[in-house]
């Protein structure tokens, strides 16, 4: 395919994703600053786990997405290098896996918290059970 031609259906992906991605990012540092503001919502052990989801989808989107967006409208990489690409893939590997594992611990720490709620009484459970491992798999 020619430089000059664009796939018709990666310029309808490219106008859904661009016409979502700005309310997206819009609103997820919204959500982040109200979440970081209010000490109540902040200090609460079970809101500690969106917001890592909420701070590496906000990198994700800041950081991945206008590379996928440009491709998407110019049907090329831009630049075209291997360290670009690579890059790319990194970043892109990175935040799939930390959403994924994130999300794998937040149903096993859902699971703690409503079963075996004493793991978290004291402070040395939450940091073993909570803090330790939510750093890790993130």
């Not at 309808?12 to 991605?21: D, E, G, R």
Request: proline share 4%.
């Amino acid at each position: 395919m020619n430089n000059s031609q664009v796939d018709p259906l990666n310029e309808i992906k490219y106008l859904i994703m661009q016409i979502f991605h700005i309310p997206s990012v819009v609103c997820s540092i919204f959500t982040l600053i109200h979440l970081l503001m209010n000490r109540n919502l902040r200090n609460v052990i079970h809101n500690h786990i969106p917001l890592v989801l909420l701070i590496i989808s906000i990198f994700d989107s800041l950081l991945n997405h206008p590379f996928t967006l440009n491709y998407l409208r110019t049907n090329q990489v831009t630049p075209s290098s291997d360290i670009l690409c690579l890059f790319w893939n990194l970043m892109n590997s990175i935040f799939t896996i930390g959403i994924y594992e994130t999300m794998a611990w937040s149903s096993i720490q859902r699971h703690l918290l409503v079963f075996n709620s004493r793991l978290f009484i004291s402070f040395r459970g939450q940091i073993i059970f909570h803090y330790i491992l939510l750093l890790i798999l993130s």
